[in-house]
């Protein structure tokens, strides 16, 4: 059984460079960062998976006045199994929006337009914006799926796969919508598979991730001219030693290590600065600049902002300002356990289509994973990856999507079970 699914994916290599193709020229950037949402690019996959005989197809739209059709689409594609659904299915989640492309002239071709590049050391690669994050998992589960469905073999257990909105600008219109609006769709006993971050040799399978905190911070000063000082209070000033000191002082204060994370400490760094006054000369009255935070799960995230609370007050006093601290995004979730049977068949799998030995591992960046582990669920965010997400040229090795694809075969099919 495992030798006929393994060939139906090696011959879908075609299939697989013409799924990226069509999703690559539907751009699924979020209204917040210029686009017009996932829409048009939902609408293609699901008529793109009935055509290949994935039929089992449900919609579930946020509501978003900002995009394109005034929807956030997400897409439910759901394979039968054999065995009795509470006994858990299998979720393989992977997201439809993707980031811009940035400064035009850094790609070597049209990031909306697919490019198949076959020669090189890199061998057979596809280019284009989005064809790793996420396409890459998308096309995988797919494949994975169609290898199943196109033979008539039935999975051991139902099989969902889950193509999410706004992944990338914090879930508000995906996975924490779904969460919110359809409480039954996830059960406890489900597991799922996260195909959106991995290393080059597909060893690291993510089981935890460092609690994250986006916070904003409004510095009200006095504006004055810059030769009188001593008539205004400098925002700006007060800014700097605010963020200096959050930077330092809360890596000193949360500095436990802890090696199953890269890096293996907590990182509080200061990231977006918004322009204050337009002119040299003018002590600004006003600041506002963003800190990301990463923080190690032993530390919750109230312990972080009472922290933050103590040092804001300490600067303005110091600077006569006021100071507004603004939670523009947060998430904590605890692990999923190294022994988990869903993540030792995982392990198996992985060792089974790729050779070495996979090892658990925590990660600082965010995804759907956490939201469904604060629920009970055993996840685990997996697969073989270039590491080219979010770049110029952004690429994807087709032998990689076929490999992840066999991998997830194998546990729809179960044959990694113990």
Not at 23 to 34: E, F, I, M, W
Not at 130 to 148: H, M, P, R, Y
Not at 370 to 377: N, T
Request: aromatic letters at 6%; hydrophobic letters at 40%; a negative charge.
């Amino acid at each position: 059984m495992k030798e006929k699914i393994f060939k139906w994916i090696d011959d879908a290599a075609s299939l697989a460079v013409e799924l990226q193709g069509e999703l690559t020229k539907r751009p699924a950037v979020s209204p917040d960062s210029g686009g017009e949402g996932e829409l048009d690019k939902c609408v293609f996959l699901e008529g793109w998976l009935k055509a290949h005989g994935i039929t089992q197809l449900e919609r579930f739209d946020a509501p978003d006045e900002h995009a394109k059709g005034g929807v956030r689409p997400n897409l439910v594609a759901t394979i039968p199994g054999s065995g009795n659904d509470a006994d858990g299915r299998l979720w393989i989640i992977s997201h439809l929006d993707v980031v811009p492309p940035g400064e035009a002239s850094h790609w070597q071709s049209d990031p909306w337009t697919m490019v198949e590049a076959k020669d090189g050391p890199l061998g057979h690669r596809v280019i284009g914006r989005g064809v790793e994050d996420n396409q890459q998992g998308l096309t995988s589960s797919a494949l994975a799926a169609l290898a199943l469905v196109k033979q008539g073999i039935q999975p051991c257990r139902t099989v969902k796969l889950l193509f999410v909105a706004d992944e990338e600008m914090g879930n508000e219109f995906g996975i924490a919508w779904l969460l919110k609006n359809h409480k039954d769709m996830f059960h406890k006993n489900d597991t799922a598979l996260v195909p959106d971050w991995g290393d080059t040799k597909g060893e690291g399978i993510e089981i935890a991730e460092k609690n994250m905190i986006w916070a904003r911070f409004t510095i009200t000063g006095k504006q004055t001219h810059a030769s009188r000082p001593d008539l205004g209070a400098n925002a700006f000033l007060a800014g700097s030693d605010l963020a200096l000191r959050l930077h330092y002082g809360l890596s000193e204060k949360f500095n436990a290590r802890d090696s199953l994370f890269e890096p293996e400490y907590s990182t509080f760094q200061p990231t977006k600065k918004e322009a204050n006054v337009p002119n040299v000369n003018t002590i600004p009255g006003g600041d506002v600049f963003y800190i990301d935070m990463r923080v190690l799960p032993r530390y919750s995230v109230k312990e972080v902002l009472d922290e933050i609370d103590r040092i804001k007050k300490e600067v303005a006093a110091k600077h006569k300002v006021t100071i507004d601290c603004s939670v523009v995004q947060s998430n904590e979730s605890p692990a999923t356990s190294a022994e988990a049977p869903f993540i030792k068949s995982l392990s198996l799998a992985v060792s089974e289509v790729y050779g070495g030995v996979a090892r658990p591992i925590g990660i600082g960046g965010g995804t759907v994973a956490s939201f469904l582990r604060k629920m009970g669920m055993d996840c685990a965010v997996w697969a073989r990856l270039s590491g080219t997400a979010h770049q110029p040229n952004e690429y994807a090795l087709v032998k990689d999507i076929l490999g992840d694809a066999k991998v997830m075969a194998l546990l729809m099919q179960g044959e990694t079970r113990k």
